[in-house]
Structures are given as structure tokens and as C-alpha cells.
């Protein structure tokens, strides 16, 4: 084993990489890169999407920040017209009829 040298200040680091690490053979890379090459090539074509997959590639657009906001406005949409219809009181003045007014007597 060679005693390395501690790294200069301004060395970059790939260069010290490609100095202080064995480089492998280029037949063995050409080698790997031909038993990898196989193997993709002997591997089954993944199955085609399904309908749901093709719909939800399809609305992906349709919601750009995410499912989060479109699932957020379902919510508001259910919960309003789930809500019961708001009841306007006859007389809007009704409840301040009731607070003393200055010289009013009690």
C-alpha cells in the first residue's frame, strides 16, 4: 500500500479521487457495461397503464400543486352544501334592541 498524501488546499476533490483510487480496466468496464446492457435488453416490458393510471395522468394538470388543493376544495364544496341554510333574522337590529341606549332610562 502507497502512503497518500494529505490533499493540498486548492486540490479539487475528483482530481484527488482520480489520483489516490485504483482506475479500473477499461475491458472490465466495456465488460460490465455489456452484461448490464443484456440484462435491460432480456427484461420485461413493463405492463401497460391501466384506465385509472391513463386517468390520473390525464388530471395531473389539472391540479399543479398537488391533489391537496383539489381534495381541499371538494371539502369546502361538501361541507357547504351539507351545511344548514343560514336563517336571517326579520329584524337585522333585532339584538341591539336590547343593549341600554344613553338616556334611556332603565
Not at 435491460?40 to 391533489?67: E, K, M
Amino acid at each position: 500500500m502507497t502512503p497518500r498524501r494529505p490533499a493540498a488546499p486548492g486540490d479539487p476533490l475528483d482530481a484527488r479521487l482520480r489520483r489516490d483510487l485504483p482506475q479500473p480496466d477499461a475491458a472490465a468496464v466495456a465488460r460490465l457495461q455489456e452484461a448490464v446492457a443484456r440484462r435491460i435488453a432480456r427484461a420485461p416490458l413493463p405492463a401497460p397503464p391501466g384506465g385509472f393510471h391513463r386517468l390520473l395522468r390525464a388530471l395531473r394538470p389539472a391540479a399543479p400543486a398537488g391533489w391537496g388543493a383539489l381534495a381541499a376544495m371538494a371539502t369546502c364544496a361538501l361541507w357547504l352544501s351539507l351545511s344548514p341554510p343560514h336563517r336571517v333574522p326579520e329584524d337585522p337590529f333585532g339584538p341591539l334592541q336590547t343593549l341600554p341606549v344613553a338616556g334611556d332610562s332603565f
